[in-house]
């Protein structure tokens, strides 16, 4: 079947080494964000998330930085592993709009052994 | 962990067709969410519902309805299913809880990949 990948900017990085993963986000009153992790025939997968009160949190393996100066989200991956290669994209809650998401685009990430 | 499933992971229907996709949450979410999900087009949100028998449109609601009778359980329906609604079709759910900084992500099941010929 055709892939959701299909049609989005791909980042391909070597086993092992870190991935960075960007997103521009398009509200300034955006109060939430979340990175998901689409696999292939999956739905997407929660990664991790941050308020707009931090600028970095950190997961397992993984870390996200906030910048509002310039609407700017990413998705930090160390030593990526093939089991990482995924369709990514960043999702932003904009404060006061009833739990709904506004969806980027997203991002392959495919991972080269 | 959250579990949401969604009934079918392939449909097949004829243009013209009543359509239902089902989707149930097992952890007590207030919010459920009907999107889908086309290349280049990501993911387009088509109506959501905060409570039982309460739903609101999204962004591309014409063509879809939705039913919320339990609080476990949300439906979309295609009302006269046509080849343009051949698609991924995404539900989720989340929590409400109340106050500043209270979000809550939303979970996804795995999708319904529905194609009307």
């Known amino acids: 079947g055709e892939s959701v990948g299909l049609h989005l900017p791909t980042l391909s990085v070597q086993e092992g080494d870190n991935s960075i993963i960007n997103c521009a986000y398009s509200?300034?009153?955006?109060?939430?964000f979340i990175w998901y992790k689409q696999e292939s025939g999956k739905g997407p997968q929660f990664i991790i998330d941050?308020?707009?009160?931090?600028d970095k949190r950190q997961g397992q393996r993984v870390t996200v930085l906030l910048n509002k100066t310039v609407k700017h989200l990413s998705l930090q991956i160390a030593a990526t592993q093939p089991g990482d290669s995924a369709v990514y994209f960043c999702a932003e809650n904009i404060a006061g709009a009833n739990s709904k998401l506004t969806f980027g685009k997203g991002i392959t990430l495919s991972v080269r052994p | 962990d959250v579990k949401v499933t969604q009934s079918s992971r392939y449909l097949v229907k004829r243009t013209g067709e009543k359509v239902f996709l089902e989707c149930v949450q097992d952890?007590?979410?207030?919010?459920m969410f009907w999107y889908r999900q086309d290349p280049g087009l990501g993911l387009r949100l088509i109506y959501f519902s905060y409570d039982v028998k309460m739903k609101e449109k999204g962004d591309i609601p014409e063509g879809y309805s939705v039913s919320r009778e339990k609080k476990e359980r949300f439906s979309l329906i295609l009302e006269s299913a046509s080849t343009n609604q051949t698609s991924m079709y995404l539900c989720a759910s989340s929590l409400i809880m109340s106050g500043r900084g209270s979000n809550q992500p939303q979970h996804f099941g795995d999708g319904t990949r529905l194609s009307i010929l």
């Open positions: 941050i308020r707009s009160n931090m």
């Open positions: 952890m007590d979410h207030e919010n």
């Open positions: 509200n300034s009153a955006s109060d939430y």
